[in-house]
């Protein structure tokens, strides 16, 4: 089980979430989405070479146009990049262009799971990328996901079972230390991810880890054996 976590604001916050269990580090690059915590690439650079060896990171996309999504693979060479757009989407062809940028980075596409019609959305998405996050849709957020509230958990094991052997899944949405093990046990997936609960939010409208909420959420998600 992996656990993937936003969004990570410094080397110092890296070494200590993957000390508590994070292998899949998530940081937002300077954007068009102004989110909370976006950084430079220098502050990325900085964040993934000092978890070089010891965790993967995870670079998030929301509606960048295909070419800056290119241009930041081939820079920064994320171990993961994640698409998480309401407007634009991984195709083939960005697949192929994300590989030719950096053979090994693997693909994530978010999937804004609403009901029974995205396990097909799924099957489609899985043709082509090597990771699947399953995760909640809100009208106040761009894209898909920081939704803060889990989804149906039953539509996800169904999605689970049908990328069987094509794509890994990450169980994403509303995931707290005290319902990851359950929803574990539902999904089976592959990892889960957190931003909302496993944060603290500063007075000057940033957010931190909260290294307590991370240690349970880590500790919780593993307990579950399947
Ligand atoms: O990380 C963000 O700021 C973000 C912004 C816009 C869309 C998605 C974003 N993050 C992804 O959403 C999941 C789930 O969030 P939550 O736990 O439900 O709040 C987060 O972990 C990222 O994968």
Known sequence: MIVQLYSIKSPEEALKVIELGCDYLGVSPVSGANLPNELSYDEIKEIFATIKGKGNGVLISIDDPEDLVVERVR??????????????????????????????????????????????????????????????????????GAAGVPHDWNIDAEIVKAVAGKADVILAGGLTPENVAEAVRIVKPWGVDSLTHTNKFLPDGTRIKDLEKVEKFCREARSVKF
Not at 78 to 92: A, K, L, N, R, W
Not at 110 to 128: D, F, L, T
């Open 75 to 144: 820079e920064l060479k994320p171990d993961v990049i994640h698409m998480c757009g309401g407007e634009v989407f991984s195709t083939p062809e960005l697949a192929k262009r994300i590989k030719e940028a950096n053979p090994t980075t693997r693909l994530e596409q978010a999937v804004g799971v609403s009901g029974p019609e995205s396990i097909e959305e799924a099957k489609m998405y899985a043709e082509w990328c090597d990771i699947l996050i399953l995760d909640s849709v809100t009208e106040n957020i761009p894209g898909v």
